[in-house]
């Protein structure tokens, strides 16, 4: 039996389901809310192979999980400019987390056979990734300033002017590096204040502050775990670029991609990049803390 009451304009239903009270109203459903409708109707296959299926639901999870990370990620951004640290790193603990989803999630896409990929690849046409607008968008705020890969959206103004935001403005890296200098380590002018547009120079100085941070971990406790946690992002992005790679070399070889380029040697062309240099640099220059000295528990050899 359904019971019905109202709350203002809103039906309120009510009725028992194995001993439990389901409730549901009129106002904001389930499907309202998550949009079902618009979501479970946009996947259109350019084929009528059944493996497109699994193809376009693979792009559209990845893109919904790169909405996510961009969101957190802008998050992040204005947390480190406030100085607000413990947000910040409560942000790249939640982008982890969805990275390493994303990581395992290319292993539903490993069930696609080089032969179920050859049946539909042809009405994919020049359709690719490469296309991607939140990648592109994703690698501008972590630092990846390549300009020129634009290009493929100059017919789209508002793919253009998202893009343009980005590429024009500071990266998460660039952002730390004005956090380093406001707590006073000595980072050159020129990194505090450049074309943003331009490709991320390393800098010893840059490396030499790290290296103080990582060097006295007490005393920069919140610089040196945040560091750690953006060192994660990156090393997660590569994971991601790496399954990526090796996915597409498992299901098309070495042949060129949709999108025109080489295919693998391209993608394998990516696994050198780096948004956070320094942060990788540092650590071959890393010596064994002091014995009782800069780790106060004698940790570390
Ligand atoms: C069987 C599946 C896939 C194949 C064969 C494939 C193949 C390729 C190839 C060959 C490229 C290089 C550009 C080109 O010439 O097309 C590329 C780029 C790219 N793909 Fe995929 N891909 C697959 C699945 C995916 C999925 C699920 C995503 C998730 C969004 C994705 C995202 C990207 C991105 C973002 C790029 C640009 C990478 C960059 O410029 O660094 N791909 N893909």
């Not at 020129?148 to 959206?153: G, K, R």
């Not at 502050?209 to 610089?223: G, M, Q, S």
């Amino acid at each position: 039996m359904i019971r019905q009451t109202k709350d203002g304009g809103t039906d309120i239903f009510e009725t028992e389901i194995d001993g439990e009270t389901i409730q549901w109203d009129n106002g904001l459903t389930y499907a309202r809310h998550i949009q079902t409708q618009q979501l479970l109707s946009a996947q259109v296959p350019v084929s009528d192979k059944p493996d497109e299926m699994l193809f376009i639901i693979m792009h559209q999870t990845m893109e919904l999980w790169i909405k996510l990370v961009l969101h957190e990620a802008r998050l992040v951004v204005g947390a480190i400019r406030a100085d607000r640290l413990d947000l910040a790193g409560k942000g790249l603990d939640r982008i982890a987390t969805i990275q390493r989803h994303m990581i395992h999630s290319w292993e539903v896409l490993a069930t696609l056979t080089p032969h179920d990929f050859l049946t539909f690849r042809g009405f994919l046409r020049r359709a690719s990734g490469f296309q991607s607008q939140q990648y592109r968008e994703l690698e501008y705020l972590l630092g990846n300033k390549r300009g020129d890969m634009m290009v493929v959206h100059k017919e789209d103004a508002a793919a253009m002017a998202r893009l343009r935001a980005a590429f024009e403005s500071p990266s998460l890296y660039d952002e730390l590096l004005q956090l380093l200098a406001r707590r006073g380590f000595d980072i050159p002018a020129d990194h505090l204040s450049r074309d943003w547009t331009q490709p991320y120079e390393p800098s010893e100085a840059v490396e030499k502050a790290w290296l103080a941070v990582y060097t006295d971990v007490e005393r920069h406790w919140d610089l040196y775990t945040l560091a750690e946690k953006v060192t994660a992002l990156e090393y997660y992005f590569q994971e991601w670029r790496f399954k990526h790679m090796k996915t597409v070399a498992r299901v098309i070889g070495h042949k060129p991609g949709t999108g025109g380029s080489s295919g693998v040697n391209y993608l394998v062309k990516a696994l050198n990049l780096s948004f956070f240099p320094e942060l990788w640099s540092m650590r071959t220059e890393m010596v064994a803390p002091r014995e009782g000295g800069d780790y106060a528990q004698g940790a570390g050899a």
